[in-house]
């Protein structure tokens, strides 16, 4: 699964003098991203109205944004996204059985 | 301290027919000045480099919209930031007596 | 109104060797703090069901802790939040005068 | 490369009454393990040190909780993150061109 998007990531960025930032420099990073994805939201769901000429929401990409500053903190951590990611689902599976209404 | 602040964003928001966004979209709009101080932060400190044509940074201007965010919030709740603050300040320093090195 | 808070926030933390963290570990901190107002909204206002045995919720206290991280973030960088808050609230009176219904 | 996870969670959660959070309330999530990453990252590399008994860190663990929420957000507007992600890769292989130091 996301084997793929890290490998690719990589490749790109090992061609960079510094292919990735400090942790605490992605972290604000990823910060940044995850504040877009509230504004858009925001404009969507919440109360919040654009401003003139704001330019049209593109919930994809900031999405996306979020994806490709986990996987550069994955990657420099030398860390497997997809076995974290099975960790999490099976965790998830076992600890919320109870915790939401079933069909 | 805050008192202050609280009362004068109440005054002038209660001219609006809803003065107060919903929670979650209060926190959503938090979440969005969060994420434009960690842009900041990131061009000052961190590897981030400013693409052509972006604004000038102003730090204090999105600390600001934080704390104007942080006050919609209380004001909601009819919390007292004068009192949370300073239960916060000495909590801190009974707890943290011995976490971090005094001079 | 802020001014209070900063100076009572600056005297504490000068009695430590290093009294403000790094400017991206502030912003960390910061960060971690928005995200527990997230989790205390997301139990009273979302979907979000809380786990057997977490804590009861405190927004008060995690508001504050925001506003702690806010005021080392503008006494680090010399930032005077009355100043910039009165420039926020002008602002916003100015630029939203008729983006949000009136009474 | 995303499209298994994304099928692979709603499979799961389709078994619930209610699959996806409201979106604001997927966003106070995003937001609060994103927090956790930064609480995580701060010990590591920034000033804070942690209390007695906090619990070891996992980033792995605290990186993939951040991609499940953005799989949940996706998955709720229909997006296909391949395609996204592809997008942003090949935006920002364009727009950064000379943005950083090659090697």
Not at 17 to 33: D, G, N
Not at 46 to 56: L, T
Not at 58 to 82: K, R, T
Request: glycine share 6%; charged share 35%; net charge negative.
């Amino acid at each position: 699964m996301f084997k793929e998007a890290q490998a690719k990531v990589d490749e790109w960025v090992q061609g960079y003098k510094k292919p990735y930032f400090e942790p605490l420099s992605q972290f604000a990073r990823l910060a940044e991203e995850v504040g877009e994805v509230g504004r858009i939201l925001n404009h969507k769901y919440g109360d919040k109205v654009k401003k003139d000429g704001e330019e049209p929401d593109e919930l994809g990409a900031e999405l996306a944004d979020i994806l490709f500053a986990v996987v550069c903190s994955a990657n420099s951590h030398n860390l497997d996204l997809d076995i974290e990611f099975e960790k999490i689902i099976q965790k998830s599976k076992t600890r919320d059985v109870n915790r939401f209404d079933k069909k």
